[in-house]
Structure formats: structure tokens, C-alpha cells
């Protein structure tokens, strides 16, 4: 039966070869014939999917919700130093580690575009993870919607996750992408970074004649805001010349949309909103340690992202804090149409499909996503 299973998959992967060679697809292409760059963007609850194109456009695929185990799995695979979880984390199991693994099938499987349906076969024959499963699902739906849009394959995406991610974290990212049949050509960038870069920041190093670049050699501070259902996730960053150094970081699951507006409406005294407050202020807070003269001594740059980010308490809580800070930073609307900002939904997605297609096309060159 055994013998009769592995005639069957090594059958439908030697059609997909002969369709792979038909259509002439390879992921080794020529940097120069790189036309566009994909980025996916991992949150809590869900995933977004935007394309990059050399003529310096960028499209908007999909934002899918995920599934009940992909949300657990992304509340627990953050860096063991992230402070949003007050309860051990449970122990993920990694792809492989309960079932052996066919190294033909695996080098086959992540070489070639498979067809959707036997992904999922060859992955659950492959490995026994619900957890590699669940990011899978994901992945392979951000995929599949980008591959609508564009009429065929993609061989090339790479992603943006809201925190730094435990070395098991990594794993599993590496593993389902593999599984779902894409090269990453970048690391795991941090979702506010890449955002920032969507809006501009740090685009002088490498586009120093572009319409949108902000910013130039002079070092600034950063405040990323990413706001969602699920967490709020916001980030002081110290960015010189296109290098992007964390400073501070909050993300705490506790601070929400869903859980402040579930806190709101209690009968408890507590003041909700006010506890959000309270977080940025404390990533805000100046001065900063082991600075240089010539760091600024205030945000001098905000940028939101997330499904949140136009929140009306979020804005009232960025305006209270952001004005104790000297009272020069302002929010005037945050409605991202009127004030020419990203679509704070897709930005991070955004600013990693641009740096996908600028490592693709330049592979020597310094690139700090």
C-alpha cells in the first residue's frame, strides 16, 4: 500500500514538472527580469497580501481572517522576551518532529507549483503539526489570491510578522513557506518597520530622488502603532540613514480593541482607555539610554498600521501622549485617505512586496528589511 501511495505522489509531481518546464517558470530568474515584488503580512488574527511593481505601483490583494489555530498559534510564538503574555506559553511542535520526513519529496514539494490540493496532501502525509498546518492554511491562501490577481505562479513572497518571533517561531514560518510552495529572499521583518518603509522611511538610503522618501542622513526617532482587534504593538525605533534600531517595544494582547471595548463596557471602574494611554507613554518616554548627541529628543515620526488604527480612542490616546512630549507631534485626522498616508491595513504587506522586489533585483545590495 506503501509502495502504491509513493507511485501516486511521485506520478502527480513528475506532471507537475513537465507543466513547470511548459511554462518556462523558475525561481533562479535573471535579477534584472524581476517586475514585481510580493509581501505578506502576518497578524494576529489575520493576513494581507500586497504586490510591488517596478514602475513603482503597488496593489492591494486580500486581507483573509485566519483560522481559530492560526490565531492561537501567532499568540504564541513571539520572542520569550515579548511582554503581552502573563501565561506560559504552551510548547509548539515543529514540522517533522513526530513524523519522518522524505527528503526527495520535500526538496520536490518546495521546488516546484504544486497544485493547492496536493500541497495539502503531501503536507499531511508529511508531518503530524497542527501548528505548521494552521500557518500553512494561511499562507497558502495569501498565495492563491495574489495568484488570482496576477493569472499564474508566484515563486517569491516574503512576510512581515508584528513582533520578533522565538527561534520555534521562525521554524515554522520557514517551514510553511516551503510547503506552500514559495522561496522568501528576505529574513522575518517586523510589520512596523515595514510599514514605515511603505510610508517613506528610510527610502532615502535607497531612493534618494523619490517622491515619497522621508527623512535623510540625520538620525530619528520612529513610533510605529500597529492596532488591531487582537493587540496593541507599538515600537520606538531609532532610524538612521535606512537602519532601523528597536529602542523600546509594548505589545500586549490585554490593550486591544475587542478586550478595551469588553473592558469598557463592564461594570468595573477601571479606567480602561487610559491604560492604553499609559503603554505608549511609557515606549515614548524620554530620555532614551545609550544615545548619541545627535538623537532627537522626541518621536519626530508616527506611522499606524493595522485594521485598528483609525480608532477613536487610539487617536485621543496618541494625542495625549504625543503632545506631553513637548506638544509639537499632532494628529490632525486619521482617516489614512485625507492625510496621504498607506492604507494602514495593507502598509506593512506594502513595505516588504518593495523590498522583496528590490532584494530580487539587486541580491549584493545592502538591504536592512
Same mark, same amino acid.
Request: aromatic fraction near 6%; charge should be negative; glycine fraction near 8%.
Given at each position: 500500500?506503501?509502495?502504491?501511495?509513493?507511485?501516486?505522489?511521485?506520478?502527480?509531481?513528475?506532471?507537475?514538472?513537465?507543466?513547470?518546464? $511548459? +511554462?518556462?517558470?523558475?525561481?533562479?530568474?535573471?535579477? !534584472?527580469?524581476? %517586475? *514585481?515584488?510580493?509581501? #505578506? &503580512? =502576518?497578524?494576529?488574527?489575520?493576513?494581507?497580501?500586497?504586490?510591488?511593481?517596478?514602475?513603482?505601483?503597488?496593489?492591494?490583494?486580500?486581507?483573509?481572517?485566519?483560522?481559530?489555530?492560526?490565531?492561537?498559534?501567532?499568540?504564541?510564538?513571539?520572542?520569550?522576551?515579548?511582554?503581552?503574555?502573563?501565561?506560559?506559553?504552551?510548547?509548539?511542535?515543529?514540522?517533522?518532529?513526530?513524523?519522518?520526513?522524505?527528503?526527495?519529496?520535500?526538496?520536490?514539494?518546495?521546488?516546484?507549483?504544486?497544485?493547492?490540493?496536493?500541497?495539502?496532501?503531501?503536507?499531511?502525509?508529511?508531518?503530524?503539526?497542527?501548528?505548521?498546518?494552521?500557518?500553512?492554511?494561511?499562507?497558502?491562501?495569501?498565495?492563491? $489570491? +495574489?495568484?488570482?490577481?496576477?493569472?499564474?505562479?508566484? !515563486?517569491?513572497? %516574503? *512576510?512581515?510578522?508584528? #513582533? &520578533? =518571533?522565538?527561534?520555534?517561531?521562525?521554524?515554522?514560518?520557514?517551514?510553511?513557506?516551503?510547503?506552500?510552495?514559495?522561496?522568501?529572499?528576505?529574513?522575518?521583518?517586523?510589520?512596523?518597520?515595514?510599514?514605515?518603509?511603505?510610508?517613506?522611511?528610510?527610502?532615502?538610503?535607497?531612493?534618494?530622488?523619490?517622491?515619497?522618501?522621508?527623512?535623510?542622513?540625520?538620525?530619528?526617532?520612529?513610533?510605529?502603532?500597529?492596532?488591531?482587534?487582537?493587540?496593541?504593538?507599538?515600537?520606538?525605533?531609532?532610524?538612521?540613514?535606512?537602519?532601523?534600531?528597536?529602542?523600546?517595544?509594548?505589545?500586549?494582547?490585554?490593550?486591544?480593541?475587542?478586550?478595551?471595548?469588553?473592558?469598557?463596557?463592564?461594570?468595573?471602574?477601571?479606567?480602561?482607555?487610559?491604560?492604553?494611554?499609559?503603554?505608549?507613554?511609557?515606549?515614548?518616554?524620554?530620555? =532614551?539610554?545609550?544615545?548619541?548627541?545627535?538623537?532627537?529628543?522626541?518621536?519626530?515620526?508616527?506611522?499606524?498600521?493595522?485594521?485598528?488604527?483609525?480608532?477613536?480612542?487610539?487617536?485621543?490616546?496618541?494625542?495625549?501622549?504625543?503632545?506631553?512630549?513637548?506638544?509639537?507631534?499632532?494628529?490632525?485626522?486619521?482617516?489614512?485617505?485625507?492625510?496621504?498616508?498607506?492604507?494602514?491595513?495593507?502598509?506593512?504587506?506594502?513595505?516588504?512586496?518593495?523590498?522583496?522586489?528590490?532584494?530580487?533585483?539587486?541580491?549584493?545590495?545592502?538591504?536592512?528589511?
Amino acid at each position: 500500500m506503501k509502495r502504491l501511495i509513493d507511485l501516486c505522489l511521485l506520478f502527480a509531481l513528475s506532471l507537475a514538472v513537465r507543466n513547470a518546464l $511548459a +511554462t518556462g517558470i523558475s525561481s533562479a530568474a535573471d535579477p !534584472a527580469a524581476v %517586475d *514585481l515584488g510580493i509581501g #505578506f &503580512s =502576518l497578524s494576529l488574527d489575520y493576513g494581507t497580501s500586497s504586490i510591488y511593481f517596478s514602475n513603482g505601483t503597488t496593489i492591494d490583494v486580500a486581507k483573509i481572517e485566519g483560522s481559530g489555530r492560526y490565531k492561537h498559534v501567532m499568540r504564541h510564538i513571539q520572542a520569550t522576551d515579548a511582554t503581552c503574555m502573563q501565561l506560559e506559553p504552551p510548547k509548539l511542535r515543529n514540522p517533522g518532529e513526530e513524523v519522518a520526513q522524505s527528503p526527495l519529496l520535500l526538496r520536490m514539494q518546495r521546488a516546484l507549483p504544486l497544485p493547492l490540493f496536493l500541497h495539502r496532501a503531501l503536507n499531511r502525509w508529511q508531518y503530524g503539526s497542527p501548528d505548521a498546518t494552521a500557518m500553512e492554511a494561511m499562507l497558502l491562501a495569501l498565495k492563491v $489570491a +495574489t495568484e488570482s490577481y496576477l493569472e499564474g505562479p508566484i !515563486a517569491v513572497a %516574503d *512576510l512581515a510578522v508584528p #513582533f &520578533s =518571533l522565538a527561534q520555534s517561531g521562525e521554524q515554522l514560518l520557514s517551514s510553511a513557506s516551503s510547503i506552500a510552495g514559495f522561496e522568501r529572499v528576505l529574513g522575518t521583518p517586523i510589520a512596523g518597520q515595514a510599514a514605515a518603509r511603505a510610508n517613506g522611511i528610510g527610502a532615502c538610503h535607497y531612493y534618494p530622488e523619490k517622491d515619497h522618501c522621508n527623512g535623510g542622513d540625520a538620525p530619528q526617532l520612529i513610533l510605529t502603532v500597529d492596532y488591531s482587534r487582537a493587540a496593541l504593538t507599538a515600537i520606538l525605533w531609532l532610524e538612521d540613514a535606512g537602519v532601523f534600531e528597536e529602542r523600546r517595544m509594548r505589545h500586549d494582547v490585554d490593550l486591544g480593541g475587542d478586550a478595551l471595548y469588553r473592558c469598557h463596557h463592564s461594570r468595573s471602574e477601571e479606567l480602561c482607555y487610559e491604560r492604553l494611554a499609559e503603554a505608549l507613554r511609557q515606549v515614548v518616554k524620554m530620555p =532614551l539610554e545609550d544615545t548619541g548627541s545627535n538623537v532627537p529628543g522626541m518621536a519626530e515620526v508616527l506611522i499606524l498600521l493595522g485594521e485598528r488604527a483609525t480608532d477613536g480612542h487610539l487617536k485621543e490616546a496618541l494625542q495625549q501622549v504625543l503632545q506631553e512630549q513637548t506638544g509639537l507631534m499632532s494628529i490632525a485626522n486619521p482617516e489614512w485617505e485625507e492625510i496621504g498616508i498607506c492604507n494602514p491595513v495593507f502598509a506593512a504587506a506594502r513595505g516588504i512586496a518593495e523590498a522583496s522586489w528590490q532584494r530580487q533585483k539587486e541580491p549584493s545590495a545592502k538591504n536592512d528589511l
